[in-house]
Each structure stands twice: as C-alpha cells, then as structure tokens.
C-alpha cells in the first residue's frame, strides 16, 4: 500500500498561468478530500468526493479553482489565472468512506509557488 | 458552521515539562467526533488520536485528550515531552450533518534540550 499519492511534489508557476495538481487515493477508499495548508489559515477545506461524485464543494474559491474525479484511482485540483496568494501546500486525503469517525489519510502534498 | 479554534500558533517549552494544547470548537450538532493530527516535517499529516464520547479520556503514544461537550474542548496533553514530539498540531472536528473535517489553524510544538 503505498499510500495517497500526490503528483508533483513541487510546483513554480508563473503569476496567471494554470497549475494542475494530482492526487491518487489508496484504493478501495471511496472518500477524495482536498485541502490547502498555509501558516495564516492552517488546514482550509477546499472539496471533497464520494465515489466519484462531488459532494461539497464550499471551501473552493469559485473563480479559479476546479477539481474532478473522472475515475476512482485519481483527482485532479486545477487552478487557472494561479495568483501569489495561492501559493501553499495542496494536501490530499482519501478515507474508506465518507461517514463520521472516518479516518483520513494524507498524502505529502505538493508545494506550489506562484511567482 | 463547525469551527475550531487553537489560539496558540506556538509553544515552546523544555525536554520533561509536561505538553498542553489546547483546543475548543463550536457546532450546533450533538454528534461531533473531534481529533488530533499531526504533522512532522516531511511527512504526511497524521491521526493521532480521535474521540467521541463525553468525559472520556483517549490516549496514544503517551498523549492523551478527554472530550468534555460542557466546554467543547478537547485539549492535547502529554506528561513529559520529548524532542521527538516537536511538530505541527491540528485539532479537528466532524459533526454529524457532513463528512468534511475542519481543522484548526494548527499549534507548532517545540521541544527544546
């Protein structure tokens, strides 16, 4: 079990050009979080999935931010127009299911820089 | 909505002093399970301990937290520090009307010799 994968582990994008990050959940969980780390705000909910589908989509900033799940093995968190203050770590999580007392299990992140 | 608060960014203390973290939270819902992550650098955020059940003390790997609903706090302590617990910790809560979980901003933990 290699864990929750994420893809790339580091990221420098220029400001306004678009950074697409990767997650692989361990399989057979059926839960996709999305969460962004920063020192000012800790860990700040961006979206999550169930089996595939979107479930909550709330903490995503409307304009930029856009996240999918076309198959079970891997999400994608893209985000257009990537501005300074988007610079943080992207973490990503998977349960084995989406209910109360779910465990998560992260994967290392990846670490983007917009300059 | 659910919130978590952790109103200190850093504690610094010495090797043998005892740890204390502490965490409050806010839901409307009866059913919330509240948990300790935590995150050492370059690694993974992890659990570390979790709990649901009022006035019950959990524990592991030498922490513990006790849910106290009254209150809504579950803080973290430890007896005696050590240098290897120096990391990131984030408190976190899920209530019964979603699957999400919301973190606080974190508590950096420092151990110094």
């Known amino acids: 079990n290699a864990g929750v994968i994420q893809t790339p582990r580091h990221k420098v994008t220029g400001k306004g050009q678009e950074a697409t990050l990767w997650c692989e959940p361990i399989?057979?969980?059926?839960?996709v979080f999305w969460y962004r780390q920063t020192i000012v705000q800790g860990l700040e909910f961006l979206t999550y999935?169930?089996?595939?589908?979107?479930?909550?989509d709330s903490g995503m900033p409307k304009e930029r931010f856009s996240a999918q799940m076309p198959n079970q093995s891997h999400s994608t968190l893209k985000i257009q127009s990537t501005q300074p203050q988007d610079s943080a770590v992207y973490l990503c999580a998977s349960s084995l299911e989406a209910s109360t007392n779910s465990d998560y299990t992260f994967g290392s992140g990846t670490r983007l820089l917009v300059i | 909505g659910d919130s978590v608060t952790q109103k200190e960014g850093l504690v610094t203390l010495t090797e043998g002093l005892p740890v204390m973290l502490n965490c409050t939270y806010q839901?409307?819902?009866?059913?919330?399970?509240l948990f300790w992550y935590v995150h050492y650098l370059n690694e993974s955020p992890r659990l570390l301990l979790k709990s649901s059940t009022d006035n019950k003390r959990t524990e592991h790997q030498g922490f513990h937290a006790t849910l106290h609903k009254s209150s809504s706090s579950f803080h973290l302590q430890k007896s005696s520090a050590q240098l290897s617990d120096s990391a990131l910790y984030y408190c976190?809560?899920?209530?019964?009307?979603?699957?999400?979980?919301?973190f606080g901003t974190g508590t950096r933990l420092q151990v110094l010799p």
């Open positions: 999935f169930r089996n595939q589908a979107p479930i909550d």
């Open positions: 976190a809560l899920q209530s019964s009307n979603t699957n999400k979980v919301v």
């Open positions: 399989s057979g969980h059926s839960a």
């Open positions: 839901t409307i819902y009866s059913n919330a399970f």
